[in-house]
């Protein structure tokens, strides 16, 4: 069967397609925002002085990165409602089980990338924040914060792009994401190659306007940094 360039461009423009990516898309955004800010939490909770602080942020990336990502959209969609009542009710979408179980597994991993950033912000320029009568929170937001940006720019990117191919395991709870709208198509259309180089086509034009974003934020960073912060000396 030759390759039917008609049902490549119908597929390719058609509305159920394109909700699929936005859905995926849109998925991807919320889940990914959700693990940067749980995953810094997480970072500077492993940094903590209280042992009991650092044991929950290491037993939960230790969970987290362990467990397969499929056994927790599962759990969160089939065993979360059985527990938790609440989840019972017909707010709790797939959309919402997919949204809630990969920001917990996102976190995990953002956490060690955020960990590294912080880590490769030298211990001088919280010494020399510190000297400049800078606060703790002051010197970590104007001083510590910025540096640790630029550092994990690169990682977080590669991070959302994982994440992107990832969301395809929510078509296991019914969220008609990209490539289960597409397998439904298939199913009905049989046209295998078309719809797949449909579904690629989409993958490829949403990673290359994000690694063109990734490069905007690394330029933008680039030229805002800053000599590092330094005491003054007297003569």
């Avoid at 792009?161 to 009905?188: C, D, F, P, W, Y």
Wanted: a positive charge; one cysteine or more.
């Amino acid at each position: 069967m030759s390759f039917d360039a008609h049902v490549f461009w119908s597929a390719l423009f058609s509305w159920p397609i394109l909700q699929g990516a936005l859905i995926s898309l849109a998925l991807t955004i919320v889940s990914h925002a959700a693990g940067i800010a749980f995953g810094l939490v997480l970072a500077l909770l492993s940094a903590a002085r209280r042992r009991t602080l650092r044991s929950f942020a290491k037993i939960y990336i230790w969970f987290f990165r362990g467990a397969p990502t499929l056994l927790q959209l599962l759990f969160v969609w089939n065993a979360l409602p059985q527990i938790l009542p609440v989840f019972r009710e017909h707010w709790f979408t797939p959309f919402l089980a997919a949204w809630i179980a990969l920001s917990l597994n996102e976190g995990a991993y953002q956490a060690e990338i955020s960990r590294a950033a912080l880590a490769a912000v030298p211990a001088e320029q919280r010494d020399a924040g510190a000297a400049l009568g800078l606060s703790r929170v002051q010197c970590f937001r104007l001083v510590i914060l910025p540096q640790a940006i630029r550092v994990a720019i690169p990682p977080t990117a590669n991070e959302f792009i994982t994440l992107l191919k990832v969301t395809s395991l929510a078509s296991v709870i019914s969220l008609q994401e990209l490539l289960a709208v597409t397998t439904r198509e298939i199913s009905v259309t049989f046209r295998f190659t078309e719809l797949y180089a449909v579904a690629l086509v989409y993958y490829l034009a949403i990673v290359s306007a994000l690694m063109l974003g990734q490069a905007w934020l690394e330029r933008r960073y680039s030229a805002g940094q800053r000599e590092p912060v330094r005491g003054h000396t007297h003569g």
